[in-house]
């Protein structure tokens, strides 16, 4: 990113949709690789490790909506004026 101006709405946006979806991907790495070997202990970390992404990607999605809900809410007033 940019250091010399700040990000418009839409970057904004597109950003936060990038950083959910490599949250999502990283909660499909972990349980995969749990899925995958037989140590338990590594296993349990792992599926941890997934189970804390889950809730940070919750979190993500949550504060997505609100952005969303922000930038609608931008859109129309634009529209009326």
Do not use: G, P
């Not at 101006?5 to 991907?25: D, G, T």
């Amino acid at each position: 990113m940019a250091e010399d101006r700040k990000l418009s709405e839409a970057e904004l946006v597109r950003a936060i949709r990038f950083v959910i979806a490599a949250e999502y991907e990283a909660v499909q790495l972990y349980t995969q690789l749990a899925e995958s070997i037989d140590d338990e202990i590594a296993v349990k970390v792992l599926k941890n490790i997934a189970d804390e992404e889950k809730f940070t990607l919750e979190s993500s999605c949550d504060y997505f909506i609100i952005l969303h809900q922000m930038n609608n809410n931008s859109t129309m007033k634009v529209i009326e004026k």
